[in-house]
């Protein structure tokens, strides 16, 4: 990281940064520590869905979740499924983000349509996509169907898997490609055409050139795909394919709601988001040690 | 409430009836608030069922609960667990001095939301339905079947399905609801417990046994459908019934709520047939056993509101009111004066078919396990089966495996409400 030796500018009086800073931690403290340390105390007890009874049990929750193969099964299906999110995302935005930053005409129009998606509420995302590629109406399906592939994703796990990624990666794909998109934008031109005077193709520009300079941007995008991914996918794994068929979709936190809200299991829901946590606080804590070093901070 | 003193009192009615049934609920509630000044209905569409009971179990615990929550069938154990948080409908209509008659009610229907001790309602019966077989006249026709006679048997079925696709129909059957039709209603139907201890009746330490050989051979019937392409497995819930108007499917087996979508959307003529049973099976057909939903009230409010409920679930249990939602919705007359009213206003004679959900409630004397089920975390069995038949229907696992393994994840299930609910 760049050292700063100039001084930094101070307050003239003590309460000012706190009270600046407040609002800020009020909300973390009301949004997050609370329901955080709610889910914590609920996941050592069990309760009817009324909360009118409850009993402490320990670390029963969490013991029972052990022995459950499903939901061990579902690690393995949030880890291709998240897998497949952010790479695929990233990779696809990167690239609209490259094509956007070279065209000359119509810039406007591409930026607008490539921003569009992300206006779109997550379960309506999802409905789009389910609707497409409904097994009987669908307009995909119709076409899947003209060259001999039958498409039923109520039936074929790997189809609704392949449904349920792309509808999340298409909605994410909006943030990804200004966040990309920005980064290229501020690349000095000089820089590229020093490049090419030097006798560099497109190809090698990128690789070599702006690829190492939009490092930052990439990383930050790897994170925030990582939790939108975990976290914010339930809407459109609920209306596209329900966790379902069988349990090919059921990804950790489709469980967590799924048993949650429908099931009234609370015990056994905040025990897994405790889980669900823990894992997101080691890949966040992993990421920023690891791989934060190969980020060249200009 | 903070509505000047003049105002009538306001009565939320949170419930899950969607497109065409929203509006009719929407009717119902504004013909009730015109009759009389003291109190409003105000009926709020929550999401589906499970969406809805989520939503009311949410505003509960936040103290801001609806007077009048719709919770389907299969929540009614989560309903009867939570004591301090219902209010028995006969004490709300005890307390508020209107006049009762349980008796008036469809003796399969209310069995299902009665006190298995004392036999008092505990939830108001609203809309109950069976499952019915939908089949599409026209494309009967032109397969070469009877257009007037709907398959009896499953035998006929897959015969009517295999003509259906001959004749160039790309899914001869579909069902939806498959826990509920092809499991719970399959074994009343035969006349086979679903699960011990009169399938839940009977006491919080029941065991699921829908595993027996009969429910797994009528699956493996199934599964040879789906093999030979006669059945087509479309999804979990009621996405049959838009496959079915839409003239995808020439079979359909699913609600008899169905109905009054299936009317305003369909544009070929169509008849209702009784669900299919198996012709070796002793005793069947048996009797269905109801889905839908009921009406619960909820604790916590004033003895005016409380009054304002009786008023109002005794005006939906009216002959005029109950007869009119089922003529238009294929819901069941939850009251015999209801049904009696229908018949008596030639609705059957000339809609026929309308009457197939009640006959088959009627069709005999429920044995103590086809009453109905009364088993807790319901709903989540329900997903565990949807879930291994998936499996079966994708040609993954065996009937009897899947069987088996629903029944084993449900126990655990059903023991642990048993825990949490003591």
């Given amino acids: 990281m760049a050292q700063n030796s100039r001084e930094r500018p101070r307050f003239g009086t003590g309460w000012l940064p706190y009270a600046l800073v407040a609002p800020q931690l009020i909300i973390t403290a009301l949004f997050f520590l609370w329901p955080a340390g709610e889910a914590l105390w609920q996941s050592t007890s069990t309760q009817d869905a009324f909360g009118l009874s409850s009993e402490f049990v320990g670390l029963d929750n969490f013991t029972s979740l052990w022995g459950d193969s499903l939901y061990l099964a579902s690690f393995k299906t949030t880890m291709i499924f998240s897998g497949l999110v952010t790479v695929c995302g990233l990779l696809i935005s990167l690239l609209l983000a490259a094509m956007a930053d070279r065209v000359t005409r119509g810039k406007r129009l591409y930026q607008t349509l490539l921003i569009w998606p992300y206006a779109v509420a997550p379960a309506i995302a999802a409905v789009l996509w389910a609707f497409l590629f409904n097994p009987s109406i669908g307009l995909v399906t119709y076409g899947l169907a003209k060259v001999g592939i039958e498409w039923n994703h109520a039936l074929n796990g790997g189809q609704a898997m392949f449904l349920v990624v792309l509808a999340s990666i298409w909605k994410q794909v909006s943030y990804n490609f200004l966040f990309f998109y920005a980064g290229l934008q501020a690349i000095p031109r000089s820089l590229v055409e020093a490049a090419a005077i030097d006798g560099a193709g497109p190809i090698r520009r990128f690789f070599g050139l702006v690829l190492p300079l939009i490092s930052p941007t990439t990383f930050f995008l790897l994170v925030v795909n990582l939790v939108y991914s975990f976290f914010d996918t339930f809407p459109v794994i609920d209306a596209a394919t329900g966790g379902g068929p069988g349990q090919s979709t059921m990804t950790l936190i489709y469980k967590i709601y799924s048993e949650g809200f429908k099931g009234l299991d609370l015990g056994s829901s905040a025990a897994q988001s405790v889980v669900l946590m823990v894992i997101v606080i080691v890949l966040t804590v992993v990421q920023f040690r690891f791989i934060e070093r190969k980020v060249q901070y200009a | ?422």
């Fill in chain 2, 1 to 422: 409430m903070s509505t000047s003193a003049l105002a009538a009192t306001e009565i939320q009615f949170w419930h899950s009836m969607e497109s065409a049934l929203g509006d009719r609920v929407n009717q119902i509630a504004a013909d009730f608030n015109a009759s009389q000044s003291d109190y409003k209905i105000v009926p709020i569409y929550k999401g589906n069922y499970e969406q809805g009971l989520a939503a009311g179990i949410a505003a509960f615990r936040a103290g801001n609960a609806p007077a009048i929550l719709q919770v389907y069938e299969v929540g009614t154990a989560t309903m009867i667990g939570a004591k301090k948080a219902v209010k028995p409908v006969w004490q709300v209509m005890k307390d508020a001095g209107e006049t009762f008659d349980e008796k008036a009610f469809v003796p399969a229907i209310a069995g299902y939301y009665a006190d298995s001790k004392t036999n008092h309602l505990i939830s108001m019966p609203f809309n109950s339905s069976t499952p019915v077989l939908y089949y599409n006249k026209d494309a009967f026709k032109k397969a070469g079947l009877d257009p007037n006679t709907p398959p009896k048997t499953w035998a006929d079925v897959n015969a009517a399905a295999a003509k259906l696709k001959a004749s160039g129909m790309s899914c001869g059957f579909t069902m939806g609801w498959q826990g509920w039709t092809q499991l719970e209603n399959y074994s009343a139907w035969h006349a086979l417990p679903y699960a011990t201890k009169d399938n839940g009746f009977g006491g919080l330490d029941a065991k699921l046994e829908f595993n027996g050989p009969q429910q797994v051979k009528h699956i493996q019937f199934l599964a040879d459908m789906a093999k030979n392409g006669t059945f087509t497995y479309v999804g979990r819930k009621d996405e049959v019934t838009s496959k079915f108007y839409s003239g995808d499917c020439g079979i359909a087996m699913t609600t008899s709520g169905a109905l009054a979508n299936i009317g305003k959307y369909a544009k070929f003529s169509y008849g209702v047939g009784m669900m299919p049973y198996d012709a070796d099976v002793k005793g069947a057909p048996q009797n269905a056993i109801i889905g839908g939903a009921s009406l619960w009230v909820l604790a916590g409010k004033s003895a005016t509101e409380y009054k304002g409920v009786a008023k109002f679930l005794n005006y939906l249990a009216s002959p005029p009111v109950a007869a009119k939602w089922h003529q238009d919705t294929g819901y069941l007359p939850v009251t015999k004066a209801a049904y009696e009213l229908t018949e008596k206003q030639g609705f059957y004679a000339k809609n026929p078919g309308a009457d197939t959900a009640i006959k088959q409630m009627l069709n005999k004397d429920p044995l103590p396990y086809t009453r109905g089920l009364r088993l807790g975390n319901m709903p989540q069995i329900r997903t565990v089966v949807d879930e291994e038949l998936e499996g079966v229907w994708s040609g993954k696992q065996t009937p009897k495996a899947a069987l088996d393994k629903a029944v084993e994840r449900g126990n655990d299930l059903l023991a642990r409400f048993a825990k949490q609910g003591s």
